[in-house]
Structures are given as structure tokens and as C-alpha cells.
């Protein structure tokens, strides 16, 4: 019981010292220096909007041109991530349980790949043109003038160039499921706008994260169908439980499974629009969905950094360490570990 | 059980990630950028030595010789803490049990203070000449020249000058037992050398904090003698119940009963000598003991900054929170407690 109070109080006081309790995102009206970008949002892991940081970027008016991006990158194979509904690296249903679906990934010339965008359909097909291993600076080299290659700001404050850039090229269905990057992240809109739903590293209990095990969406164009299948041997991902905007038919079970969730402190909300830049600090878990442009776009490019494995790093594996309520592992219902069991004699957990 | 592995893995993954197991403090041979001071020490919660910092102080010359300094303090009246001992702010036993004893605090003309200091003598009676207060801008003002007002890449980083200066003139009697501050401190030696032990804040189970009722010597000057005397009504102050250099007499007693902290990782140990500034972040545990110049004196001046309440804040109150084998307030005699008890009807706790 003493635990519990204490974690409770956590989640206030972290609102309460330094994030205030409005729920809502710091502005900057131009790039802090980099002591303040230091003191007063890495050293605090304290999230910010900032305007005025890109607005030089030519990407800002040449990217709301879909020919143009075609003809700058007619050459390039990029990555695109296929899945039914726009949800990967999302919890999907398998077999009557859940299960953590990673995307059906194709590499394909760039103008098929805003074609698959574009003609995306929810229940058929959604593609995403995204691979989170610095294809900025990869796939998509030919656009390099069109961005700075980092945040000079930045840079000085956290003593080093980005480790990854990455390009993301969606649309209206695409959502990215709540979880949390190792990394400082410097997340600049181009065209479109991302909704964000950010909750601070101490709420790690609120998402009931729990080991689900891995499956990925395989897709035949010739049916135009996609089959799930978990891979083998077992792996399992720690994942979290929670989707914030449940259908209207499972709202009541889902807050009935997620109280803490449902029930605590709201999460900090925020839109950041084309030519803003959100700071999404290390451990912080974050739930995208999007908005399009009047081409039916939304792009971003996000720059990250290394984040500082410090003393803030050790207490949040403490406080995860605690069981809290939501026992870790105890979701993956029994009826798909049996079928697991008998499916396969030599997974690891 | 499982919070017993996680606070000792946390005590560990401190240790591991930023601070280094060695037991040793950073050295810097010259001042920090406040970029750097930020991001390597600030951040991190990280204590550094910083050499090259205060070399042009005129104070590093001039206060090796006593007489000038009370030539120049011949006019002032500064606060000097007698005990017996040379232990202020420190346990000290009553009734066959034990207190937090505060000194008498007495103002006298700084020629007197120099002598009560020079010609301590334990126990019969130490002079400390310090007033947590920022003595050093008040009471020592005509010193102000001597030394600089601030630092300047500190006050860059932090973002505000110092909320307190002090200034610390002591002999080799004089120590400080374990305790934290909720400030940055830079600690500056002008004359001897500090010698420091210092725990991270994650550590704090190990110190045994435990609530005391506060009591104060008065001294009488006609018969040499203190007297201790508990506070009325009775005020409990929370301290660190670990002396890390116990008697040869006690020391296995204390070892029974302070076992996380003689059998737990070292405590970083350092010496601070003139010329040099310690970076003793907010929040950690320290214990300060000192040795002489040839004039027989130890002479500092620390810089009070205000420190962050942000989420690493949150956390120590949420690892405080959880009890851990040395349950708080669990120290106090019972012995104490009846005598407090019949004492006093209206004692606060």
C-alpha cells in the first residue's frame, strides 16, 4: 500500500514541479540557446514546442508538391510499411488474444511508394513510407539540402550530431502506438500536422506494459490480402497495453482493464503543425496520429540524439522495477500461451 | 523482497552509468564551459573537482596570513558556533540516548572569533567561525574584494546568480556529519583542505535517517562548561544516524546497526585542497571534515545555487518514501521518547 501512495504522489509531484498541471506543452516562440535548451528542458525532461526553428528549410513549401518530391527522388528505393489498418508496432488481435504486429516492410521505388500512400485504404491497405534507421541520411540522401542536417542548438547542448534522421511519409490512417525512445528527439513537421499524446517516464505503470509476443504482417499483392503470423522461435516484446482512443464498443472493457490509465492524470496533448518542431524527451511515451495536407500528405523528419544514460535513467528502472497493480507478463492470456506451447517446443521468453 | 533488489540494483546502476565505480571524483584542470558544466555535472547530478578556477583570488594569498585578515575584519562582528567537540548540526547523546545537537551560536568581534578559533581545544571547547546565511556578503563584506562574487560559467548555466555565499573558517577540530543540501554548491578552498565524503542521493536508505528531537548547547563563559539542552516544545529533525568514522570502541556496535552503509558500495571519497572548487551537486550526502594551512586555520567559501525541483527531485521523494529495512523515526529510544513524553504535554512531532 505504501508503494502505491508513493507512486501516486510521483505521477502529481512530477506534474506539479516542473511540467505544471494545465496539460500542456511548453511554447518557444524561437530556438532556445543552448544552455536554456539544456537547463530548462533536457536537464528537467520537460517537453517543448518550438516555432520559428525550420522555417528556413526550403522543404517547408517544395515537400507540399507531391511531383516534386516524385521527380527529386525518381531514382530512390525506399522502405514502406504495409499493415491493414495503419497501426504497426501495435498491439493486434491473433487467435482470440494480442499480440505486438510489426508491419510488412517493402522496398520499393519512391514514386510507387506515395502511390501506396496515397491510395491507402483502411481495412485493405495502409502504407508508410518510414524506417527508422537514419534514412534521411540513406534512402532519402538526394533531399538533403532541403533540411539542415541538425539542430546547431542542439547539437552544442547535447555535445553531439544526431545519431539517426528519419523521414516519415503517411497519411490520415497511419498511428504510432504508446512507447518510449532512448533518445532526445527533435521531431520537425513539414506539411501536415501530428497530434501527440505525451506522458512522462514516472507514468510507466499507467500503460501496463506487458510481454506480448512478436508477429508480423506478411502481404501478398497478388490477393491483396495480409496474413499475421507470430515468428518463430517465440519472441517476446514488452509493450504497452494501452490504446487511448478505444472504438466505442470496447471503451467500457478497455477502462475497465486500464484504471490507471483511464482514471489518472490526463496526458499532455498537443498538435504540432507544419514548420513546428516538438522536443520529446528521452523515456517520455508517446501516441502520434496525424493530420494531411491538401496533397494528403503528412512529413516530418525527427533528428535522434543520444540521450544521457544518468542518474534519471536509473530511477525510472527502479520505479519500473515495482510491481504496481499491473503485474508485468500477466496479460498474454493463457489461452495463446498454451497455443504457443504446443505450436513451438523451443521459443524464449 | 523485490524493492530490496531494486533499490540495491539502483544504488549500483548509478554507480555504473555516470559516476564511475572507482569511488573517484572528476577532475577538470581548468573551469567548465556552462554547456559542459550543464550537460557533463549539472544534469548527470555529478560531483566534480575544478582546478584553475580561483587562481587569480586575491584571498588565496591574503588569507594565509590571519593578521591581515583581522586588519581588515577589525571592524565586524561575525556569528561563531561553539560546541565541545567541533561536531555542530551532528547527534550527539543525551540521557543515554541521542539528539541533533545545534552549537551555541554566539556574535562576537572577529579578532575574538580568530583567537576562540586558533585555540580550540577539544573537549573543552572548538570555535567555527560560519553562518549558513550568506555570512560571507553580510557579516564579511569588507572581504568581498578578495575573492569573486559568483562564478561565471555557473551563474550561465544555471540561469541565476547565487542564493547564498558563505564563508567557513575552522580548525582541524571542526566536522560536518552526513547531510544534503538543496542547493548546487560550489565549494571553494582558500587556505587547507576539505576532506570530503560524498553519497548519491539514490544512497539515501543507507544513512539511516531518522527523526531527533533538536536540542542546543548554550555555553557559559564564566565556567567554561556547555550545557545541551532539547528544544521546547520538542521539534524532531530528520538526520542521518552514520558516523563513518567511529571510535575504535564503538565501531562494532555501529557496524551492527548501520549495516547498508558499512557493508554497502564506498562512499566517493575526496580531497579538496586551497586553490580548488568542488561541485558537490544538490541532494547528495556529504560529510566534511578539514585540515589546517600553517596558520592553523581551514578557510572556504561556498556558493549556494538554487537547484531544480524537477523530476530527479521527484524521484529521491519517491525512493525516500519507500521504506527499506531502517524504517524511519524507528531510532528514537523508546527510553528518549517516555522521558520527551513526560517532559512536555505539547511537543510537536
Redesign the interface.
Known amino acids: 500500500m ?2 502505491e ?3 501516486e ?2 505521477w502529481r ?2 506534474r506539479d ?2 511540467l505544471g498541471n494545465g496539460g500542456r506543452v511548453e511554447r518557444l516562440e524561437s530556438p532556445p540557446t ?3 535548451f ?2 530548462d528542458f ?5 517537453p517543448c514546442i518550438i516555432s520559428n526553428a525550420i522555417t528556413h528549410w526550403p522543404a517547408l513549401s517544395s515537400w507540399t508538391n507531391p511531383s516534386h518530391l516524385s521527380q527529386s527522388l525518381s531514382g530512390a528505393t525506399v522502405s514502406v510499411h504495409l499493415t491493414p489498418t495503419g497501426a504497426a508496432d501495435a498491439l493486434a488481435p491473433l487467435r482470440s488474444s494480442l499480440c505486438f504486429a510489426s508491419a510488412h516492410v517493402q522496398r520499393v521505388p519512391f514514386p510507387h511508394a506515395l502511390d501506396l500512400i496515397s491510395f491507402s485504404e483502411p481495412s485493405k491497405l495502409v502504407a508508410y513510407a518510414q524506417q527508422q534507421n537514419d534514412c534521411f541520411r540513406s534512402e532519402y540522401s538526394s533531399l538533403a539540402d532541403d533540411c539542415d542536417p541538425h539542430f546547431g542548438w542542439a547539437t ?4 553531439s550530431e544526431p545519431e539517426a534522421v528519419n523521414l516519415w511519409i503517411g497519411n490520415q490512417h497511419s498511428r504510432t502506438s504508446f512507447h518510449k525512445d532512448h533518445y532526445e528527439n527533435l521531431y520537425a513537421v513539414v506539411t501536415g500536422e501530428k497530434h501527440f499524446l505525451l506522458l ?3 507514468d510507466v505503470h499507467r500503460l501496463y506494459i506487458r510481454d506480448y509476443p512478436a508477429a508480423t504482417y506478411s502481404y501478398s499483392s497478388d490477393t491483396g490480402e495480409f496474413d499475421l503470423e507470430l515468428e518463430k522461435p517465440t519472441r517476446y516484446v514488452p509493450w504497452c497495453s494501452v490504446d487511448p482512443y478505444p472504438s466505442l464498443e470496447t471503451m467500457d472493457n478497455e477502462m475497465t482493464k486500464f484504471p490507471l490509465y483511464f482514471n489518472g492524470p490526463r496526458p499532455f496533448e498537443c498538435t504540432v503543425k507544419a514548420g513546428e518542431v516538438l522536443y520529446l524527451p528521452s523515456m517520455w511515451f508517446h501516441h502520434v496520429r496525424q493530420g494531411v495536407d491538401d496533397g494528403g500528405l503528412t512529413i516530418a523528419v525527427n533528428y535522434w540524439y543520444d540521450m ?12 519500473q ?3 504496481y497493480r499491473s503485474a508485468p507478463s500477466a496479460m498474454i492470456s493463457d489461452k495463446l500461451s498454451e497455443e504457443i506451447d504446443s505450436d513451438s517446443d523451443d521459443y524464449e521468453h
Open positions: 505504501k508503494e501512495n508513493g507512486i504522489e510521483l509531484e512530477v514541479l516542473s543552448p544552455v536554456q539544456l537547463r533536457i536537464t528537467p525532461n520537460k552544442e547542448a547535447i555535445g512522462p517516464p514516472t544521457q544514460f544518468d542518474i534519471k535513467y536509473a530511477y525510472f528502472n527502479f520505479l522495477s515495482i510491481r
